[in-house]
């Protein structure tokens, strides 16, 4: 029996361990700046690794009244380019946790 409570209390402390470095690698993500572009560079996203948007930059020759549906289009696609690539650092991220755990919706 004393085996097992000595295994258990282990298993408790590596799992605290594990908590630790997942809220760091968290805390970490939180400061990363993720850049999405659109129409070749003429607009760009900042995102945070927590998906917060952070800038919108648009250059000023894409800017054309007449056309706003574009510039709109643009922006959504540099948007989603930026969350796209938050998204896979997160999963790149917060994945070494998980590997060799069947945890289904995790990250």
Do not use: Y
């Not at 969350?83 to 946790?97: E, I, R, W």
């Amino acid at each position: 029996m004393r085996g097992g409570m000595g295994n258990m209390q282990n298993m408790m402390k590596q799992m605290q361990k594990m908590q630790k470095k997942m809220a760091q690698a968290q805390e970490e993500l939180g400061e990363k700046r993720i850049e999405g572009t659109a129409g070749g560079g003429m607009v760009t996203v900042i995102v945070s690794g927590h998906k917060q948007v952070l800038e919108v930059n648009i250059k000023e020759e894409v800017v054309d009244p007449e056309d706003i549906d574009m510039l709109q289009d643009l922006v959504l696609a540099a948007t989603n380019d930026a969350l796209k690539k938050a998204d896979d650092l997160t999963n790149d991220t917060m994945g070494q946790f998980t590997k060799g755990m069947n945890l289904p919706g995790m990250f």
